[in-house]
């Protein structure tokens, strides 16, 4: 099995910064393309971010010039750098690999989530 923990949500001031961090582990064979997306009560999960594995980008309009996705392939761990965040950022923030697993079955995972809170 494969699994995709999130780390680094929290409370931050509008303008703050947070980083996000997200892990896999398992009987991973290789990692395709990786992301973040993000949900708020009421509302579709949508895009913030994802990252290929040879390292092309692609941003949601509403999160370019102020987030970053990178990744570590080594780690097997996704980052996202989120700055000069607004209140409209708040959401539940989801990590999601296409993996390739040791018996080579291609299949997307999630995490569980982290949440992250812009308030004043």
């Known amino acids: 099995q494969v699994q995709l923990v999130e780390s680094g949500g929290g409370l931050v001031q509008p303008g703050g910064s947070l980083r996000l961090s997200c892990a896999a582990s398992g009987l991973i064979f290789s990692i395709n393309t990786m992301g973040w997306y993000r949900q708020t009560a009421g509302k579709q999960r949508e895009l913030a971010a994802t990252i290929t594995s040879g390292g092309s980008t692609n941003y949601a309009d509403s999160v370019k010039g102020r987030f970053t996705i990178s990744r570590d392939n080594a780690k097997k761990t996704v980052y996202l750098q989120m700055n000069s965040l607004k209140p409209d950022d708040t959401a539940v923030y989801y990590c999601?690999?296409?993996?390739?697993?040791?018996?080579?079955?291609?299949?997307?995972?999630w995490g569980q989530g982290t949440q992250v809170t812009v308030s004043s």
């Open positions: 999601k690999a296409h993996v390739l697993t040791s018996t080579k079955e291609g299949r997307f995972y």
